[in-house]
């Protein structure tokens, strides 16, 4: 997903990878895949996918971290791969946690955030997708977890959009990162770490406006999910999606590519 660290992490994140395999009795057999800045890594091993993150000892712990393995009381109509089993350890500075999960064996619908073309969707996608959206919006919103603070987004709205956030928000329990790498084409929803309390609309905003280099698909889209994207109460998620768009577009290229494209959906929203 994103490019490997620098040397020294990859080393330290590669040894680490090797000895949370070696506890499980396993051994990698596939092409690693790096979270942001070396921050996770992950690979099948066997049957398996095995993912390893790490955090400065002392600082683990919170929201992301815990993420994975609080998404294990959610229901099985959210469609994702099981965890099976965790191991934490802590060596040299730093402490890590190992996470083994089912392996999920279709593709995800892009290797990078954003979709740069038609990804040729199934029809039982898009019927599933919506289903998962309206099972994970059934949750009742946890209240120790905020996949969006309110600060933050009556913060950014304004700064970045021109448009102020509702008076009152309608809020839902959503993944959080739902973009096209986290997303197979069975459907799976991958990469739990993030999900909680969030503007109501919100994963659906963000599918919308990362597909919108692709016009076609982005209106395909924007039908499927009008059911959410409709409703007064989603404008708020829809603002918040287009301003961490917006706020991180000169640090992150497919943010910047999404930036003018999601401006010229900011008079409509």
Not at 49 to 63: D, F, H, K, Q, S
Not at 97 to 114: G, H, K, M, N
Not at 126 to 152: G, I
Not at 214 to 223: E, M, Y
């Amino acid at each position: 997903m994103f490019e490997p660290p620098a040397t020294t992490t990859v080393d330290r994140m590669l040894a680490a990878h090797r000895h949370a395999a070696d506890a499980f009795g396993l051994r990698a057999t596939g092409s690693r895949v790096w979270g942001y800045q070396g921050r996770t890594v992950s690979a099948a091993v066997g049957p398996h996918w095995l993912r390893v993150v790490c955090a400065e000892t002392g600082i683990e712990g919170g929201t992301l971290w815990d993420g994975p393995s609080a998404s294990r009381a959610l229901p099985a109509s959210v469609p994702r791969p099981g965890l099976f089993r965790i191991r934490d350890w802590t060596t040299e500075g730093y402490a890590y946690r190992a996470e083994l999960y089912a392996f999920a064996p279709d593709p995800i619908v892009s290797p990078r955030p954003v979709l740069d073309a038609d990804p040729g969707l199934p029809e039982t996608w898009w019927k599933e997708t919506t289903a998962a959206l309206d099972a994970l919006a059934d949750v009742p919103p946890p209240t120790d977890r905020e996949a969006v603070r309110e600060e933050y987004l009556r913060r950014v709205i304004p700064q970045f959009t021109g448009h102020q956030a509702d008076a009152t928000i309608t809020w839902s329990t959503a993944h959080g990162d739902l973009h096209y790498g986290n997303i197979t084409r069975g459907p799976h929803i991958l990469d739990w770490e993030g999900w909680g309390r969030a503007p109501y609309g919100y994963d659906a905003a963000t599918l919308y406006l990362y597909a919108l280099l692709v016009p076609a698909t982005a209106a395909r889209i924007r039908t499927e999910l009008a059911p959410v994207l409709d409703r007064p109460e989603a404008r708020t998620g829809l603002l918040t999606v287009a301003a961490q768009i917006l706020q991180a577009q000169d640090r992150t290229d497919f943010y910047a590519e999404l930036a003018s494209p999601v401006r010229e959906q900011l008079p409509h929203l």
